[in-house]
C-alpha cells in the first residue's frame, strides 16, 4: 500500500488571496479519495494554516515569492506537502512560546499566534516540518486508520 496512486503539484504566488483556491484543489482531491466531510474540514484547515503561515511569514511584503503544495495520493492516505523558498523560522522556539499543549487542551485557553502549529498536530495523523533553505510542512491523512504518532517531527537539512 506503500505505491503513489496520483501526484498533483501546485505552485501560486505568496499572497492570501490564493489560500482559498489550494482549500478547494484539497477539497476535490479528498472527497474524491472518500474521506468524510469532517475528514476533508480538517485537511481544509490544516493546509490552510501552513499555506498562511507561509504567506504571512516566509517572505518580505515586496519580497514576493511563491508557495509550492503537493498532493500524493495513495490507497490509504493523502500526504500534503506545502513549501516556501522563504525565510526559515525556529519551530521548537515557536511550539515552546506556546507552552505545553495536548489534544485535549482547551482551545480557548492556547495564546494567539502560533495556532496554526497546533492545529496541524490535533487534525492530522502525521506532521513533519523541514528547516532548510525556507519550510516545508509535511501531513499525513490516513483514509481509515486512527492516528499513529500525536507530535511533530522537525528536521534540519542544509542543502549543499
Known sequence: MN?????????????????????LTLSGIASRMGYSYDDIEDLKIAIS?????????????????????????????????VADNGK?????KAKNELGPYSASSPVDQLPEGGLGLYLMETLMDEVRV??????????TKYLSEERIDHGTTISNYEAN
Open 3 to 23: 505505491q503513489i496512486v496520483d501526484y498533483i503539484e501546485m505552485k501560486v504566488p505568496a499572497k492570501p488571496e490564493f489560500v482559498g483556491i489550494i482549500r
Open 88 to 92: 526559515s523560522f525556529d519551530f521548537e
Open 49 to 81: 494554516e501552513a499555506c498562511t503561515n507561509a504567506v504571512h511569514h516566509a517572505y518580505k511584503s515586496n519580497e514576493g515569492g511563491e508557495v509550492v503544495v503537493g498532493f500524493a495520493l495513495y490507497a490509504d492516505r493523502l500526504e500534503v506537502m
Open 130 to 139: 523541514l528547516l532548510n533553505s525556507g519550510v516545508t510542512v509535511f501531513m
